[in-house]
Structure formats: C-alpha cells, structure tokens
C-alpha cells in the first residue's frame, strides 16, 4: 500500500482503478476534468481511456462495454448530463451487466457553470440509485461501492461529487497494482438488450417494485451515518455534511444524520434517525431533495416532525453552503450563542476587482477584434459559446451577445436571421466545442437555408478546461497519435459555401475576411487558426517607442492586459506581453514593434 | 498540530507551489493535511486562494472565518480579501509589492497597494516583506514565493522547521532552479527570524 496526496477528482480516479474499471470515457467539464487525466496517469494493465467527441457519445460507448460485462466509468460535469441524457434515460430502463458508474460533478455557487442544477434530481428522474460523497477520502471508497451495488442491481448507478470535494485535496491509501476486471463478453440476447415499448413497460414495473428495496438495501450502507443523540436532528449530506460536522464537532447533543445516498431513499434509515426528534433541519446545496423525502416521509407516518429546510427559507435557495454559514443557521436552529466570527473588514479600503479576462495574447481578442471592426456601423448579431471565448463579452471588446449552452450559438445566429433578415448573424464557436455539439448545427442552416457566418476559433486544445486533447489535435487519451480530423474539410462536405482560413494574428486579412463572408448570401465560415498562447507559450515581446503620442487607442480598443500605463504612460508589461503584435496593428503612429509575429 | 495557513494572491503568482510545499512538508512530519485550491476560470489573474488545514479535527476543505493562523498574502489587497479567514491572534505575512488588476489600464483606480497596508497594520499582527528588494539578488522575482514561504518558517508560524521544507524543494522544483529556491527560500527564514510583527 502507499499514500497518495490527491485531488478528490483523483481519489475518484483511484478508487474507480481500483473496482477493476476497464474502460473510462468522459467529455472535458469543470469541475469533472481530472478524474480522466488521472486515470490514464495511473492506469496499469490494458483499459480503455478515451475523450468523447461529447458527453451523449461517452455514455453510448461505456453502456455497450458494460453490456459486455466490462466495467465502466463515464465522468463529465452536471450540465454534460444534460447532453447525455437521452442514453441515460433509456440505458436504466434496459440496464446494465458490468458495473456502470457516471460521475456527475455539480457546482453549486455556480462557481464556473450555467445552471445549478441537482444530480439527486437527475437519478431519481431515471429512477437510478445516486452516491453522493462528503470529501476526497469517502469518495475513493464509495466509488467502489457503486460499482458493486450497479452490478448488484444491474443498473447505471449515478455518482455526484460537488466542486469542493473534486477540487479538495486529501491523501487516500492505494495498493501498488491495480489490474482491470476479466469480463465474459457480449451475450447476444435482442429480449433483453433491444429497447421496444414493451421491454419498456415491462422493466419499469420491475424497477418500481426494485427501487424500495435498493432503499432498504441502503438503509444498512455504511455510508449513512448519524452522530450524537438529542430531540433535534439536521439531516445533510456531501459537502454540506463537512460543512456541517466542522461545526457540530463540539456538540454531540444533536444528532447529525448523514445521507450517502439520497435515491432511492433509505427511508430504514431516515425513520430510525427521527426516533425521539421532533425538530430536523435539512442542510444541503441546489435542490430540497432531501427535505422534500423528509417531508413525505413524515406525512406518509404521520410523524409530529417539524422539518426546516429551504422549502421553509431556513435555507438559502440558491448558491454554494460554506463552513461560515452553517455555523450562522446551525447556531440559530440550536440556539446556541452566535459563532464566533471573523475578523471584520467591513472598514476595508475599496478593493480591486479582478475579473478574469483572456489572455495577455490570446488570439481570440484578434479574431473578436477582426469581426468588431469589419462589421462597423452594420447591425450584427454574435452569438457566443461555451468556452475561454465566453470572455470575449468583456469591455472593451464586447462581442459575445449571447451564451446558452454547448453548440447554442450555431443555431441561434440562425433564429436571429430568421427574425431579422437584414442584418448580419454571426457564431462563434471553439474548435473542442465545434466537434462536441456544433456539427449539427451547421447541417441545421444549410439544410434551411440560413444566412449566416460561423467563427471557428480554432486553437488546438480544450483550452478553459485545462487542455485536453479532441479530435481536431491528433493526438487521444491512449497516447496515440491520430489523424487530425480537418473542420474545414468537414465543413466542405457538408456544402458550406465559403470556407476561409486565417490566421486572426494578421489583422488586415481577418477583416478582410470577414466583410467577404458578411457581404454573401448563405453559410459561410471563417476558421481563425492559432493557437493557444497557454500551450504555445511564446518567448517573444514588443516594445513601445518614443513616437507614442499617448493617445491609448491600444488600450481603449482591445483591453489585452499587457498593455498597461506606468505613471500615467502607456507601456507594456515584459512579463506578460506574448508579442501576439496585434497592439502593433492598431496604433495609428506605428509606434509599437519589436520581434512581430510572423 | 493543528493549523490553518491561508495562502493567497494572485493567478500566476505562485501561490500553488507554496502551499504544495507547506502541505507536503507537514504531511512528511506525520500530520494529516487536507487542502483547497482555487481553480479553473479565476485563474486567469483572478485572485487565487490555497487553503491548507493540518490535523485531524479538519472536516471543511476550506477554513471557516476566523481560524487561520497564518495568511500568507503574496499581495497587500489578496491580504485584505481574506482578512476574514484570520484568527484574532493570527499573523499576516505579506508582500508589499501589489499587483494592479489586469483591467487597471481600462477603469485607472489608482490602486498601489498602500492604503490596503496601512489597513493591514491598523488591523492584526503582520509582517510585510518587500518581496521584490528580496529577490534582486536572485535575478528573478519568480522565486518571491519561496522567499515569502520562507518568512514565515523564519518567524516560526508553520510549525515546520526549515530543513524539512528545504527537502521538499529539493523533491518538487525542477533541478535547474532548485538552488536558486533554496537561496531565496533561506533569504526569506533570514528576515522572517529577525523581523518582530
Ligand atoms: S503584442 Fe500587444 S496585444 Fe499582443 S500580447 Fe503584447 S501587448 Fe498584448
Ligand atoms: S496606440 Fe500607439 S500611439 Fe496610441 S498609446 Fe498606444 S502605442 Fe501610443
């Protein structure tokens, strides 16, 4: 056995290393990204490892291995279940033979997602058991757990760890080999595997008259835990239980109920922790799911239970738990004295505001820049995606006008033609993205006729995710050098009219470019190729010199924070400036050089 | 031991290496550690925090307000961000050079860091450290994080001795410039045994 010091998305890595996975697929998400990157770090013996073109994609290809007996590890971030809903949906209704286990990584606050949606939610929506671990050391050993109880049940188990546990680090012992599991194979059986309307019918029932005794099942998992003793209970779980106990450390005269597993129910248990209370709180993040089971669990008992929890607004209905405030509604909920707090800054000066912004380089701000100024004084609409490219929103750039979701842009440039043919419909999309949900989107104006032009920013990595590799870059989680797949090739096939490289670093072509493709009918594309200068790391700069006539024309139009004044003159700051020689470009007296990009 | 040590400051500054460091070297002394980092989009010259809780009694992966004993700032208005986090009784060790934000040259605020330090003196104990003057003799202020690190060894607010420290150095910086790290890092243990809060 050794030690290792790890992040919880590692522990999750391990502890899925050791229930013997043999195949592990997943798309890039905050905050999910590492459990992969870990896996194919420590993987011994032969497993598959793979980045999914997308999240629907990764489940797909995990459930027919598990058909085959394999066990599987699927991992993206809870908005990726969205993607991958569809498989899922009909995956519990079939099921499953080698243990499947999705991570589902939540992120309450949102600290770097759309939506503060609940996984609980999610499993019991597919009526699929759900683990939910409170730290990196418990989530090692409930990983392996699901795989059991996922094999035991013949089910997809959904796995939801929450930002704070995948990013927390803690050391977990691992055994020094780990080898993947010897499986039986495909057993060709269409009564069981092919998904008709009556297989359907007839497997939901079963899985009605299955879900209670999962929840009896897990009325006796060692992961649901109580502590203490009293006429008051708080009923918490994840993050929150940490949260928590950091509290109730020092008051074993309440009783802190821990739910390991929220779905199904275990109602045994929960029953048992409510013996002798007569007031609970429910202490958890995103959904009342809790609560609410709680809550139905009292009325079906009828049990002279108060219960408090964000249904009553004891509990903030949205944004992240932390420490500080379980100690303010756990204080208040037991009448203790207030908790002592911290030292109070409320007489601080102004600080300032650090709000994250590309780049110093980054070739987004070019092709941003390039579309901005080609489009001058013509209404246009840009529509924006996931990814780093999101910040092109910022001041003084402003070129992101709407956000949705993965690949949305694509298609609502087209709902913008639609209702206002006149004007110029542009989508920006990155090249990760691109391949993960844009495609179709693409076919969707051409087949319809749209006008309008996509922006490929094409950088060669998933950059805002911490660089993973995808099907553009030629290289995959095997460590194997692939062919690179072409967009423009792609986007040839599939008939759009125009395609146009450029490399957005040149200015005078990017605008070109650009007032070309705006200036035709139909689906046209730009793909601005360079890459990500946090990968590419260029060892070059530029310098400013005495012709500056300080008119900060360089600052006001595109905001890179290289550019900088010192003692009211503008300058530019060595250590970050890439020589990108966009600033070069701009400056009306030609007043910025130095070692230029080619 | 227990311990809660604060690292902050800001993205690229090398906040993570410290507090690597301060992890592992108090994992090497037989304690439990657990830590926290910020990650992901805020990194990008955002403010950036490194949370480490040494002992057992540690449940949250970040420290509640009011607990930290130690805040090592790498910047005068990191320090003040998380003034919350510190005990009554805890030290603020801080770089007195600050760091404008990146958008500075947009919306001028004239922000340079002194009225957060003045702050910081009327507030707590605190020890500021020119961390730029301490690193001109190693040609690079990249090493100020372990120059920095190494004043609060110095001042003995860790609970870890020097040696130990100087071993993890030695295990985690790349060859080439772990001597100059341990130069800067006993450059800093200097100033942190001879500087009084
Ligand atoms: S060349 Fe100009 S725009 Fe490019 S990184 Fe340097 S300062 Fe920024
Ligand atoms: S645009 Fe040119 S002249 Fe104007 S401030 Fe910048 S470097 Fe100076």
């Given at each position: 056995m050794k030690k290792e010091y790890v992040m919880g998305n590692g522990a999750i890595a391990l502890g899925a290393l050791a229930a013997g996975i043999n195949l592990v697929s997943g798309y890039p998400g905050t905050p999910s990204s590492e459990i992969i990157e870990t896996i194919s770090k420590y993987k011994q013996g032969t497993i598959h490892v793979e980045w999914s073109v997308n999240e629907k994609a990764a489940m797909e290809v995990a459930a027919s291995a598990s058909y085959s007996g394999a066990r599987t590890l699927v991992t993206m971030k809870q908005v990726g279940l969205n993607v991958a809903s569809d498989p899922l949906m009909s995956l519990a209704y079939v099921g499953v033979k080698g243990g499947m286990v999705i991570v589902s990584a939540d992120d309450p606050g949102p600290i770097s997602s759309q939506t503060e949606q609940d996984t609980r939610m999610f499993a019991s929506f597919c009526r699929i058991p759900v683990f939910d671990p409170s730290s990196p050391e418990e989530a090692f050993t409930m990983i392996q757990d699901a795989f059991d109880y996922s094999e035991k049940y013949h089910t997809p188990v959904l796995f939801r760890p929450t930002t704070r546990v995948c990013h927390a680090y803690?050391?977990?012992?691992?055994?020094?080999?780990?080898?993947?599991?010897?499986?039986?194979?495909?057993?060709?059986?269409?009564?069981?595997?092919?998904?008709?309307?009556?297989?359907?019918?007839?497997?939901?029932?079963?899985?009605?008259?299955?879900?209670?005794?999962?929840?009896?099942?897990?009325?006796?998992?060692?992961?649901?835990?109580?502590?203490?003793?009293?006429?008051?209970?708080?009923?918490?779980?994840?993050?929150?239980?940490?949260?928590?106990?950091?509290?109730?450390?020092?008051?074993?005269?309440?009783?802190?109920?821990?739910?390991?597993?929220?779905?199904?129910?275990?109602?045994?248990?929960?029953?048992?922790?409510?013996?002798?209370?007569?007031?609970?709180?429910?202490?958890?993040?995103?959904?009342?799911?809790?609560?609410?089971?709680?809550?139905?669990?009292?009325?079906?008992?009828?049990?002279?239970?108060?219960?408090?929890?964000?249904?009553?607004?004891?509990?903030?209905?949205?944004?992240?738990?932390?420490?500080?405030?379980?100690?303010?509604?756990?204080?208040?909920?037991?009448?203790?004295?207030?908790?002592?707090?911290?030292?109070?800054?409320?007489?601080?000066?102004?600080?300032?505001?650090?709000?994250?912004?590309?780049?110093?380089?980054?070739?987004?701000r070019a092709s941003f820049y390039a579309v901005k100024k080609a489009m001058e004084g013509q209404k246009s609409y840009f529509c924006g995606d996931i990814g780093c490219y999101t910040l092109g929103n910022a001041m003084p750039l402003d070129m992101v006008d709407t956000c949705l979701c993965m690949g949305a842009g694509i298609t609502m440039a087209q709902g913008f033609h639609w209702t206002d043919p006149e004007s110029a419909c542009f989508a920006f999309v990155g090249d990760s993205t691109f391949f993960a949900s844009g495609m179709t989107g693409v076919v969707n104006a051409i087949y319809n006729e749209a006008d309008m032009v996509l922006c490929v920013l094409d950088n060669s990595t998933t950059a805002m995710t911490g660089h993973q590799p995808h099907p553009g870059t030629g290289r995959n989680m095997m460590g194997h050098i692939v062919e690179k797949i072409s967009i423009e090739k792609i986007l040839e096939g599939m008939g759009v009219c125009k395609i146009v490289t450029v490399d957005p670093l040149d200015f005078a072509k990017s605008v070109h470019a650009v007032k070309e493709c705006a200036s035709q009918k139909g689906v046209k594309a730009i793909i601005f190729k360079s890459p990500c200068i946090a990968i590419s790391k260029p060892d070059k700069q530029m310098q400013i010199s005495d012709k500056c006539i300080q008119c900060k024309k360089c600052i006001r139009e595109i905001g890179c924070p290289a550019l900088i004044t010192v003692d009211g003159k503008v300058a530019i700051d060595p250590g970050l400036c890439t020589g990108c020689g966009l600033c070069s470009q701009i400056c009306p007296v030609n007043a910025i050089g130095g070692d230029t990009h080619e | 031991m227990n311990k809660d040590i604060l690292v902050c400051g800001v993205g690229g500054q090398g906040t993570v290496l410290a507090s690597k460091l301060i992890a592992s070297a108090a994992m090497n002394l037989g304690n439990t550690v657990h830590s926290a980092e910020t990650i992901g989009m805020a990194q990008r010259g955002g403010s950036v925090t490194s949370h480490i809780r040494i002992g057992e009694q540690a449940y949250s992966p970040m420290i509640p307000h009011g607990s930290a004993d130690v805040l090592l700032a790498f910047e005068p208005a990191e320090a003040v961000r998380n003034l919350a986090y510190l005990k009554q009784d805890g030290i603020v060790i801080v770089n007195s050079v600050p760091v404008k934000p990146v958008t500075e040259s947009l919306h001028d605020t004239g922000y340079d860091g002194s009225d957060m330090l003045t702050y910081l003196q009327k507030k707590c104990q605190c020890i500021m450290v020119d961390a730029q003057k301490l690193c001109a003799d190693f040609g690079s202020t990249r090493y100020f994080n372990v120059a920095i690190l190494g004043v609060a060894i110095g001042a003995g607010r860790l609970g870890l001795d020097a040696e130990t420290v100087l071993n993890e150095i030695e295990a985690r910086v790349p060859a080439k410039f772990a001597e100059t790290n341990k130069a800067a890092f006993l450059a800093g243990v200097k100033i942190g045994e001879t500087t009084l809060p």
């Open positions: 803690a050391s977990v012992e691992i055994s020094e080999t780990t080898s993947p599991r010897q499986y039986e194979g495909f057993i060709k059986d269409s009564g069981k595997w092919v998904i008709f309307p009556r297989l359907s019918f007839a497997n939901h029932a079963m899985i009605e008259k299955r879900n209670p005794q999962i929840g009896k099942d897990f009325s006796t998992y060692a992961g649901n835990t109580v502590e203490g003793s009293g006429n008051k209970a708080v009923f918490t779980g994840g993050i929150s239980y940490a949260y928590a106990k950091e509290y109730l450390k020092d008051y074993p005269d309440v009783k802190l109920c821990k739910i390991s597993t929220p779905y199904p129910f275990p109602e045994d248990f929960a029953l048992k922790c409510l013996e002798g209370v007569d007031e609970v709180l429910c202490f958890e993040e995103l959904s009342p799911f809790l609560e609410s089971e709680l809550l139905k669990l009292a009325g079906t008992h009828n049990l002279p239970i108060r219960i408090y929890g964000k249904i009553t607004g004891h509990i903030t209905t949205s944004g992240e738990n932390s420490a500080d405030y379980a100690a303010q509604v756990l204080h208040t909920f037991l009448g203790h004295s207030a908790p002592h707090s911290g030292m109070d800054s409320s007489d601080a000066p102004t600080l300032p505001m650090r709000p994250p912004v590309l780049c110093a380089g980054c070739p987004h | -």
